[in-house]
């Protein structure tokens, strides 16, 4: 019995093992390749990086020359590159430019770097260089429209090509501050932006930048990949080369909440604009760092002079005492700023010191406005951007505790910008970059009379004649008093609450290697690496 049940069992095991060495005849190998080239592309899926970085807002063009945004730009600045660029300390130094030098107080002259080309394969030249600038400050010379960034060059008339590699930039006068705008041009390609027009190139764009263009809308994503023909951007900015990521994603996530659950989820690796609130909790989590750099954006709440009750420098002075920005710095921003005492930042150029600022004094706020006229008060709409909404907040319930009836109404920016641009506007709590860290990059767009930026509508024609002198003023001492002296003038008159500097808040994935934010707010991808 246990013989004829040992034979059953051979004979069984003996039918099983041929039936899997006949199956392994004809489709184990086949099985085997199947499982190679998943593994080998799952290795290779694994070695792309893709960096993914939040920001806020929609861009407002992928031309360098149209736009004045500084969200736009950090996302352009990631497939362009300029004469010069500024490291995360605000230093200036050569980029595309190999060497400059200022021969006359009107000339400055520029060696171009050899070997750059852009993303289409030409090589970049002199040529590149003076047609980028020529194309900004002529009039109508983008298909027809002029660039909003001509403003930002000053008293530049042309550039002139000298050589291959060689241009020379000519001033109708002397600009101090010449150098220290360059950092916000970037170089666009002749040939292809003659050959295609410009509106193509918008949606087409071709640059010299560690990242290319690959697809994308102004709305929702903009996608790029590593350029390999780099040359390898500034030889002051380690590490010198081609991008470490394979893929750049900047996606536009303009809700706060969305953009964190986005980085919780490693969705992104990089959030721009974290509010103060939310620093804590996500510091308390290990997968996510947060950065922050100083700033050089002011925040503040500009105040329509033409509109009663504010065509009354004494209601504008009260607002300014009715309000403590030191409570709101350090209550709302979590001490993430710095309350000013005055219209300009304490790091910039020019300074005022001696400006004693108007300090939290509510009394003193209520006796104005009863020498006004406004024992009673009166009721204001304080306008904001989403990103102002909670310390607007705050101030319109310190307003209220001296009787003024302020609410918040929080509007999109583009529809915002089309109200201010109307002068209905009483109240309106903003904001202002000055990258530069010069005054001629705040305080003249916000006082000149008719100033791109005046949303106050405010007009003083001392503070006009200084500006003016500043512009040609090569003494750093005289142009130092000129901007003091114009700060003690719009202290006076108060044409805006004096509000604060924040720091630039941003968080990363902790997988996130090589990137510190910078002040101007800046997010440059070229060094940065995924572990």
């Known amino acids: 019995m246990r013989k004829l049940l040992f034979l059953g069992l051979t ?12 199956c392994s005849s ?3 190998p086949q099985q085997s390749n199947n499982e190679g080239e998943q593994k080998q592309e799952q290795n290779e899926q694994a070695e792309i990086k893709v960096l993914t970085v939040a ?15 500084r969200v736009t730009e ?16 605000m230093e200036i130094v050569p980029e595309i430019a190999e060497s400059y030098e200022q021969v006359t107080p009107t000339e400055w002259v520029f060696k171009i770097r050899e070997g750059i080309t852009f993303h289409n394969g030409e090589k970049l030249t002199a040529e590149d260089v003076a047609f980028t600038f020529n194309r900004i400050i002529t009039e109508g010379a983008v298909d027809g429209k002029s660039s909003p960034r001509k403003g930002l060059l000053g008293t530049l008339e042309r550039v002139e090509q000298l050589d291959e590699y060689t241009v020379k930039f000519v001033l109708t006068e002397s ?30 764009p071709v640059g010299a930048g560690p990242f290319k263009f690959v697809e994308g809308t102004l709305n929702e994503q903009v996608i ?28 536009i996530i ?19 604009e974290i509010p103060p609130d939310l620093v804590e909790q996500l510091q308390a989590d290990p997968d996510i760092e947060v950065k922050m750099a100083d700033s050089t954006r002011e925040r503040f709440i500009e105040i329509n002079v033409n509109k009663p009750p504010f065509d009354d420098v004494r209601v504008r002075q009260a607002m300014n005492y009715a309000i403590d920005y030191e409570s709101i710095v350090t209550h709302i921003l979590g001490g993430n700023g710095e309350a000013l005492k005055g219209p300009y930042m304490p790091k910039g150029f020019g300074y005022n010191d001696k400006l004693p600022g108007y300090g939290y004094n509510p009394e003193k706020a209520k006796e104005l406005l009863k020498e006004a006229g406004y024992e009673n ?28 009836n302020a609410s918040v109404r929080v509007w999109e920016w583009g529809v915002f910008k089309e109200k201010i641009a109307e002068g209905q506007r009483l109240m309106i709590a903003n904001n202002w970059g000055n990258g530069s860290l010069d005054p001629a990059g705040i305080l003249e767009p916000k006082l000149r009379t008719g100033g791109r930026g005046n949303y106050s509508f405010y007009s003083n024609a001392r503070v006009d004649e200084l500006i003016e002198k500043t512009m040609s003023e090569t003494d750093s001492a005289k142009r130092a008093a000129y901007w003091q002296e114009i700060q003690e003038i719009v202290y006076e008159d108060a044409p805006m609450v004096f509000g604060y500097i924040t720091k630039e808040l941003y968080a990363q994935r902790a997988n996130v290697t090589n990137w510190e934010p910078s002040p101007d707010g800046r997010i440059n991808l070229h060094d940065v690496g995924l572990k």
Request: aromatic letters at 8%.
């Open 74 to 89: 950090t996302v352009i600045r990631n497939m362009f590159d300029g004469l010069v660029t500024r490291t995360t300390d």
């Open 11 to 22: 004979l069984l095991l003996i039918v099983a093992l041929t039936g899997v060495v006949g």
């Open 175 to 204: 600009w101090p501050i010449f150098l220290g705008m360059l950092p916000f041009q970037e170089i666009v390609p002749k040939d292809y932006i003659e050959e295609k027009g410009s509106d193509y190139f918008a949606k087409n």
């Open 26 to 28: 004809d489709t184990q």
């Open 377 to 404: 008060g009166f009721d204001v709409v304080i306008d904001a951007k989403a990103d102002e909404k909670t310390a607007t907040e705050a101030v319109a319930s310190q307003l209220r505790e001296v009787g003024i």
């Open 254 to 272: 303009p809700e706060v909440s969305s953009r964190i659950a986005a980085l919780q989820a490693g969705d992104v690796q990089i959030v721009q």
């Open 224 to 251: 790029m990949e590593r350029y390999d023909g780099y040359w390898g951007g500034s030889q002051d900015i380690a590490p010198v080369g081609n991008a470490q990521v394979d893929t750049v994603i900047f996606k």
């Open 55 to 69: 920001i806020p807002t929609e861009l407002e063009s992928l031309d360098p020359a149209m736009h004045r945004d």
